[in-house]
């Protein structure tokens, strides 16, 4: 079964401040395509970034980090510099063999001015 | 803007009734698919269509039925709904398989 654990239901950050979000998943396949996305109090979904689980360079879009190790199934997310639009729900998610998005439980991050 | 759009972007009804929801995906994207966020159960995997085709199904009851049209939009039909139903129902995109989905802003679905 594919599954995505989330295991940090809260966190918060002060402005201008680095935070990282855990997420740890299991499959058995090697061949699969990791996100996070990002639901705003609007309930938007919005991706913030992708990583391609053959790639062993960590995928970077400005502010935002990825940690990929793919031997311990883990995928953290780390914000630099976070600012008061970075509060939201993320979710960690993957899609491996079917099409369809596996989605974690969320982490919510407060970011504090 | 995810170039996915949704219609209606609320919607209020009383169990037992019949509701259709509808999503036109981005630009030269063939795969729609229809997710469910309530409070209690996340994000679940509703089904997924391809060019037409249904690909993939998810945790979606009987009373549920979805359809993509030649257009590429697609729709999601909710019948004989019950208060459990109540959620926001997305609508996403891809190109293709394993291809970064693109979310519509949701439709929120009320069953009173």
């Known amino acids: 079964a594919q599954t995505v654990t989330q295991s940090q239901p809260e966190m918060s950050v002060q402005e201008a401040e680095t935070v990282t979000l855990s997420c740890t998943y299991d499959t058995s396949e090697n061949n699969y395509y990791l996100f996070w996305y990002k639901q705003p109090p609007s309930r938007q979904m919005i991706l913030v970034i992708r990583?391609?689980?053959?790639?062993?360079q960590n995928a970077t879009e400005n502010r935002f980090s990825v940690n990929f190790q793919k031997a311990a199934k883990s995928f953290s997310l780390k914000i630099s510099d976070s600012q008061l639009g970075d509060t939201a729900m993320y979710f960690c998610?993957?899609?491996?063999?079917?099409?369809?998005?596996?989605f974690g439980t969320g982490t919510r991050l407060t970011v504090i001015p | 803007d995810s170039g996915v759009t949704q219609t209606p972007k609320h919607l209020i009804t009383a169990t037992g009734q019949r509701v259709t929801l509808r999503c036109s995906p981005r630009s030269g994207d063939l795969s729609v698919y229809w997710y469910q966020q309530s409070l209690d159960q996340g994000l679940q995997f509703l089904i997924q269509?391809?060019?037409?085709?249904?690909?993939a199904k998810g945790n979606i009851l009987e009373r549920f039925s979805a359809q993509q049209f030649p257009d590429l939009h697609s729709e999601l039909n909710l019948s004989s709904l019950e208060l459990g139903d109540s959620a926001l129902y997305f609508c996403?995109?891809?190109?293709?398989?394993?291809?970064?989905?693109?979310f519509g802003p949701g439709t929120r679905l009320l069953v009173l």
């Open positions: 996403a995109s891809s190109a293709d398989r394993q291809e970064t989905q693109y």
């Open positions: 998610a993957f899609i491996v063999g079917a099409n369809n998005l596996f």
């Open positions: 269509y391809y060019n037409g085709e249904e690909r």
């Open positions: 990583q391609e689980a053959y790639k062993q």
